[in-house]
């Protein structure tokens, strides 16, 4: 799977949520400036942020930003271009494809896409904004030929859709900020704000267990949230150790997504998922 002198991978990505992950909860966010405010921390401040440490450590990451957040924020979806990272697709509003009808999915594929590249971005991947498919997603992914999807939570491994074209690159809760560190005043008052270094414990401890077995430590952040200066301190670290270890190979989700595609293929129909991974 992986590149010579490597024996595992790991993806740095960044879901670029901004305001519409709050208007896709409610629509009566829209009107709520303070509730908003929460999402467009990420755009004035996290992305910035985001960019300079990613520029320092040398590392290229993959965003994944809904296209109404690149239509509200053309001039930062074009700094991260011009910064060498990866821009992909994550719907057009934040709404669950789940929750779409057949045609306002197809709607929201096509205008993501539009905007995206009328940016100059080659949009190759999709990460729903839920997480979750319905029905028809993964048919209008090979239709519009995008090469990748990081939604599920069954691998640890790149795989391919079985009698698809479409690789997966798996993700999990554990590798993500929004779990250990999105507190929201409206229901969630439940949940704790975690230190980072509980959550680099936590990270890194999977890191070090996918590395172990050969397998893809994908990353998923949202500039909200890991935008926060105590927390880029802790990604940092974490970078730093992912760049002690010679054997990991740390690349934007296409990169490892056009490797598995080509090993997958190499392999043939063994390669696709058949229930031992
Ligand atoms: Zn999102």
Known sequence: MWPQGKSAGAILSFDFDAEEAWIAEDPANAHRPGVLSQGRYGAQVGVPLILGLLDEVALRATFFVPGAVAARYPDRVREVLAGGHEVALHGYTHRSPAALSASEEEDEMRRSIETLRALGADPVGYRSPSWDFSDRTIGLLERERILYSSNMMDDLRPYRHQGT?????PVQWIMDDAAHFWIDAKESW?????????VLEIWRGELEGIRGLGGLFVLTMHPQFIGRPSRLVMLRELIEVMRSHDDLWVATARQVAERADAVLDAGGATAERSGDG
């Open 165 to 169: 074209t479409v690789v997966e690159l």
């Open 190 to 198: 439940t949940k704790k704000i975690s230190t980072p270094s509980e």
